[in-house]
């Protein structure tokens, strides 16, 4: 309920907001760090008006005191202040642009999307065979022998789907313009929708509006409220599936044929009151991201102990690869594999629940209020210099790096574990890019043509927009494929 406290907590965090907006001038999309902060504000913030809207509807508050909420809604809002404030400065002056010397050509309008089918396809078909990205456990259920969840594919859609599927998407709005988002977007949600993880959808559609827009493609906002509804339809037809066909329809191993066949029953009961609730309850207790911080702040101050960076230890054994380190798993408690798990255990958390454990509610854990705080300042430096980093100009690399920290900011809820593995695929998928690149110039350096603008490749003796492969319909598609003679400045 909106008690004072939980009012007070709202308009700090609605003051950070402001200095943010403030101090990148309302350039949102291209943002990661300044998108954290939204993230971070909803599972924090917009929360707390959802229960009051809908008491009763969110099992996670049978768990935890309004009281406890109280204070701990105070205390994270103001470590989001910090964040904030710490963020703001580091990137308000200068302002970030890409560099004077950026060439024309560079960004995702170097890669193909031929390459980039090549490397989403068999992700795809992996997760349409319940063999690919599957849906989170609690932490209990994450230390089961499952085989279905093991295996190589299962490891690679998880990490890679979304953000390939995403730069895919990018790459075609920046080559043929915003006529295309809403088809594109559709094709991409329906696609994901066979995984039967909300979030998947959801952040595949922000991260290509991400990287559309650090090339200058932006969408209106009748396209933006289009999109909106589309990716509020896709997410509900998951939450009604599930009411229907139960979660199991998605579980690993479960192939495409019954994945198909449970969606369309969701679909066809989407309009009946079964589904609705089941929708509502889901929008309800799937964003509750204060329960998980506000238990373990209120046992530190009882007789629970901080946990120090014992937790941040594992998380970095963790992430070093199965190949350099096979018995990584195999060799460690659930506790030291799960940051959450073992904050479960110090403090008496249940580890048959599948909490939203957030960046800052793991960060409460380590050494109390003073060290959220601590965190919080760390966090919008690091975040903030990153950022100022990878929008320094518009290499491939650079730009898929900031959309790999899109997506950590968007994994804000999983804690900072998920946040830490996701930094692993983020480099993997640089890396790969910039490769997929290379040889995308070392192919035209051979073929004797020459790419004079983010869309266009010229052979010689042709004259830029004189037709050819790709002439003028390209260059006259959304106003993303003008021929570019010198520096792009999105």
Known sequence: MLTVSVAIGLAIQATSVVVVHLAIRGDWMRRPGALMLLVAVLFHGVTEVMQSLWPGRNFYRTYVGQ??????????SVAMAVYACTYAVVVRQPRVRPTSH???ESGLAELRLPWLLLLAAPLLVATWQGKGAVQPLAPVNAGADIPERGGVLVDLAGEFLVPVMAIL???VLVRWGTRWLLPVLVAQSALLAMAGTRAMIVFAAVLTLVGAALHGVR???KQLAMLVVMVAAFTALISSTRAVAGREAFDAGQGGGDRLEALIDGAGTL??????EAILDDVVYRFDGNVFGAQVYDSLRGSGQPVGLTTVGNNLAMLVPSVLAPNKVGGRSLEQRSEEAYIDEAHGLSQHVDWLPTILGTGVAYYGRVGLILVALLLGLGVGFTERFVLGSRSTARVVLTIGLGQCALLYGSGPQTVITTLRMVVAIAVLMFLVAWLTRRRAAKDGSELVGPLQWVAPGQRPGSGGRHGDRRARAGGAGRVVTGPVTP
């Not at 009281?67 to 994270?76: M, S, T």
């Not at 309009?271 to 609705?276: G, M, N, P």
């Open 271 to 276: 309009h009946t009151a079964k589904s609705r």
């Open 219 to 221: 969408p209106s906002r």
């Open 102 to 104: 950026a060439k024309p």
């Open 169 to 171: 998407g990018a790459v």
């Open 67 to 76: 009281g406890i909420i109280d204070d701990w809604v105070l205390l994270v």
